[in-house]
Structures are given as structure tokens and as C-alpha cells.
């Protein structure tokens, strides 16, 4: 099975740690280095976590390095209210030994692709600051990158607001630079996000069950919580950004269209993904009004009990 080296960019709160598992556990990839960016929580308390939860995955030494503390031009915005005040739900972890490069997310993004044989997928699972500071700093290395792939945005509905997904909202301007570079892209957003869930039966059956990791990722998923109506917490099970490397893995079990996507800058639609989904052009192409758009794939539908089984089965816990 060919090994896809990829470089992975994280917020590090309950879905982000589903999805460090998932990368270091596939045999099909081969995580190259990790990045921290502030987005679920604090980047201190992103960094802590990433660490233990690279203990808890039994991972081999990955070199993990602290990036922005911060959007490029909003102030930061944690959403303690849905990972709580540690990004982890509460999850009490062992303390860990390893330790975070001495160099910046940007420099080690740097090093690892300029010292890599081959390109590199950049998988970013958060607010795209890192990226685009990246991109900004050292174009060099843009030949360097097969493409980037994305948890974010929405072709439909937001959740930071009504048009916003929360890693686009939290740094709009770094989103645009990202889509505007010319690099292929690939987007995996809330309309796929939304539907890879692990049953509540089955996510209790892995916290008790007796394994160190079927505990771990139990815990987590337990926390995959949504208000509702009532203002109650209820169970989703969400498997969150853990699907954006599922993609990676299967993509046929995806329906992905190529559509042109515009992040919005200001207004109540800041932060929101237009995607263009029309079969004809319109008005705004006609008489100059539509402006500048990136065409990039986009996740539009996915086969979710197939994602929600391959993320179980690589980890060994399908039963």
C-alpha cells in the first residue's frame, strides 16, 4: 500500500483528536510533522494537547511545533463551549515527555517540505493562519505542496453563524489566501462534517471496554454534544475532522463536485464560504459584478456509515 506523507495542522479540541489518531494509526499515512494553531482552544493548550494525545496513540516521535496564538486580523475566539476550557472535554490525559519543536509551526511547515523527496498534502484541521503565513513568508516551498485539504467552510449552512463554519469564521483573511494561491484544494465542510456519526451505544461500549485507546476515543466521542431545542446537551457522535482524513483515505465513498468558492471578508456573511453550485452563469458574470473565486473540489455528500465504520476499523475497534 503506497504511504501518503502528509503534514497536519491542528486546533487540537475533541474532533481534531479523533483525527490525530485516525492519521497515526493508517497505515496508508505517514504524518510527516504537526502544526498547532490557537482555534478550539488557547495554542498553549493546543500544543499539551496534541502531545498527550500523540501518548495516548502510541505514536512515534513526530516533530510538533506552536504557530499563531491568534487570527491574522481578528482577536482570538476559543470555543470552550463546545470542547470545554481544556479543548478536550474534560478527558484527563497523563502528563507526556514529549516536547514541542524549538522552532515556529511557519519554520517547521518550512523545513519539512523543503527537506521532503516528495510533495507534501497539507491537511489542515483549523483556522488556516498557519497556511497562510506560510504562503506569505515562503512561497518558495508552494512547489512543494500536492494540495491542501481542508475542514471547513460550508456549501450550505454555517455553524459559527448562520453562514459561517467556525475554522473559515475564525480567520477569514488566512481562508482567502489559501484559496487564492493557486495550489490545488480540496474542501471537506460541514455538509460532510455533519453526517459521519458513531453510534451513543457504541461510543459507551469503547469507553468501558477495557482498551487504553477504545477508552480514550469513547471519552471523546461521548463529548460530541449539540444543544437542543430545549437547550439540552444531546449525544451526535460526530467523528468531526476525523472525516477529512477518512477523505484521504477513500475518497469514492465521497461525492465531490469542482466549484468555484469565495470566502466573504465583511458583514454578517464574514467568514462564510460561497460556493458557486450553479449550472449556468448569471448576472454577476454577465455584467462584471461577480469578482475574484478560486475553483477547488468540494465534499458535497458522503457515504457516512462507511466513514464512520473505516474510522473504527482503523483503529481496531470495530468489534
Known amino acids: 500500500m503506497r504511504t501518503l506523507p502528509i503534514l497536519l495542522d491542528v486546533d487540537t479540541g475533541v474532533d481534531d483528536a479523533l483525527a490525530l489518531i485516525f492519521a497515526i494509526t493508517h497505515p496508508s499515512l505517514d504524518v510527516r510533522a504537526i502544526t498547532c494553531v490557537a482555534g478550539n482552544a488557547p495554542l498553549a493548550q493546543v500544543v499539551e494537547n496534541t502531545l498527550r494525545i500523540l501518548d495516548a496513540a502510541d505514536a ?8 499563531a496564538v491568534r487570527p491574522l486580523l481578528s482577536p482570538g475566539r476559543a470555543a470552550s463551549h463546545v470542547h470545554g476550557e481544556d479543548g478536550l472535554g474534560g478527558l484527563v490525559l497523563p502528563e507526556t515527555s514529549r516536547v514541542p519543536e524549538s522552532v515556529s509551526a511557519v519554520e517547521l511547515m518550512r523545513r519539512t517540505l523543503a527537506d521532503s523527496d516528495e510533495p507534501l498534502t497539507l491537511v489542515a484541521l483549523a483556522p488556516q493562519t498557519n497556511l497562510a503565513l506560510l504562503l506569505r513568508t515562503h512561497p518558495e516551498v508552494i512547489d512543494k505542496i500536492e494540495r491542501i485539504v481542508f475542514m471547513g467552510g460550508s456549501a450550505s ?12 469564521w475564525h480567520d477569514p483573511e488566512a481562508a482567502a489566501i489559501v484559496l487564492g494561491s493557486g495550489i490545488p484544494i480540496f474542501m471537506y465542510g460541514l455538509d460532510v462534517f455533519n453526517q459521519v456519526t458513531v453510534a451513543e451505544d457504541a461510543a459507551a461500549a469503547l469507553a468501558t471496554g477495557g482498551s487504553p485507546l477504545g477508552a480514550v476515543v469513547g471519552a471523546l466521542l461521548g463529548n460530541r454534544v449539540a444543544l437542543s431545542e430545549d437547550s439540552s446537551l444531546v449525544y451526535t457522535g460526530l467523528i468531526g475532522d476525523a472525516g477529512a482524513l477518512c477523505a484521504l483515505v477513500e475518497p469514492e465513498s465521497l461525492r465531490v463536485e469542482r466549484r468555484p468558492v469565495r470566502v466573504e471578508l465583511a458583514g454578517y456573511g464574514r467568514g ?3 460556493v458557486d453550485r450553479r449550472r449556468y452563469s448569471g448576472e454577476d458574470v454577465i455584467y462584471g459584478g461577480a469578482g475574484d473565486w478560486s475553483v477547488i473540489d468540494v465534499a458535497l455528500d458522503v457515504n457516512a456509515p462507511r466513514y464512520a465504520e473505516l474510522f473504527l476499523e482503523t483503529l481496531g475497534l470495530d468489534g
Do not use: D, H, K, S
Request: overall charge negative.
Open 157 to 168: 449552512v454555517g455553524n459559527a453563524t448562520a453562514l459561517a463554519e467556525f475554522n473559515v
Open 60 to 67: 512515534p516521535p513526530i516533530p510538533v511545533a506552536a504557530g
Open 272 to 274: 462564510q464560504t460561497v
